[in-house]
């Protein structure tokens, strides 16, 4: 036992080293937890665009298919 022969004077060292080592695990451990939480989102995102993108597509092709059908109508 180094700190017990070093004495109490290095006490606090070791128990602050303890502090940060433990924060420095607990942020990198969330910081990856949120990446992949991030990647997942951008995936979800990028289908909703691709979904909306379709159904604007549909949409339009819609409305020319009526406008072509009443001027054909007023013919």
Known sequence: MVVINAGI????SAI???IFLFNDIYGF?????????????DKNQSKNEET???E???KN?????EEKQTTEKTE
């Open 56 to 58: 604007i597509q549909s």
């Open 52 to 54: 909306i993108a379709e």
């Open 16 to 18: 602050n080293f303890v």
């Open 29 to 41: 451990v969330h910081w990856k937890l949120e990446e992949k939480n991030q990647i997942k989102n």
């Open 9 to 12: 004077q290095f006490l606090p």
């Open 61 to 65: 092709e819609q409305i020319k298919t």
